[in-house]
């Protein structure tokens, strides 16, 4: 970041900080309450299965209780039906007697069969709504993390340049730099800064100074290789992180990409506008953590900003 920022900067500064910020809140708070809307139902429909499986616990339970009374209302009958044939020595009144025993029987059956049936379709009607609820959770489940993964893959590029953001640069320094300790894989750092970028606001407008934000990062992206990554870190800083490269290279790899940028042709309502970037490098270091690398390469920034800008240096 330049460091020869004036009094009069610091609002607009701080201005851009404090927006950024409440965009970014903005998402989160979004996927906040439609998280918390899911769980809320996700709860909600967990509740009605326990309510359900409890249901059928207890109809389970009515079975085998009602199991055990028609075994033990069978067998009263059958015992009826054997007294009465000891007892009746009139056949008559005997065929009478036990034809009365068989219906009670039966009547028996049927009220446990009756019973069993409702049980039965109760359960049916339950297992069908389950399936029904446990098929609608599964696609709002499903529809939550395409959510999620939108809304994460755009928090990961800057809205206005296209460029990847300050959150996925704090992702990736981290991955880079554990990276860099463990396997000893180099990478180099480099801060760029797009010179006298407040002029351009001042005199052209906003509009104007997000144009030119936009050519400059799209340009860089012509120029870095796949394996680079360009961030947009603040207002009109950016950083470039080159894997596998040493400073010495870097420097001539972004010597021509600021030349290419300085060369470009940028007009606004007619009038043209020169861009230029500063630029401070620095490669990894033993022991290094995202605080030193910065530091580093600000400090090789602001040599070159104190330099005249449109130049760059590789840190000491």
Known sequence: MDKGVNDDQWPEALNEIATSISDALKNLEH???????????????????TEAISVDQKEQQSNHEDTLALQSFV?????????????????????????KNVDEIRDGVDDYADRFNERHEATAERNLKLTEQLSQMEQETQELQVMLKENRAKLLYDA????YSRMAYDERI????A??????????????DIDHFKRVNDTFGHNAGDKALKIVAQMMLKYVRKSDYVFRIGGEEFVLLMTSTSAESASTFVEKMRAGIAASSFHFKGEPINLTLSAGITETRADDDVEAIYERADKALYKAKNSGRNCQFIAD
Do not use: C, H
């Not at 906040?32 to 009605?48: C, D, Y």
């Open 160 to 163: 206005l340049t296209g460029v």
């Open 75 to 99: 067998e009263e009958g059958m015992g009826l039906i054997q007294k009465n044939v000891q007892s009746k020595s009139d056949l008559q009144q005997l065929k009478s007697e036990i034809s």
């Open 174 to 177: 981290a991955q880079e730099l």
């Open 179 to 192: 990276r860099w300790k463990r396997y000893q894989t180099p990478f180099s750092y480099v801060i760029l």
């Open 31 to 49: 996927e906040k309450r439609e998280l918390e809307s899911f769980i809320v139902n996700v709860t909600a429909q967990l509740g009605e299965v």
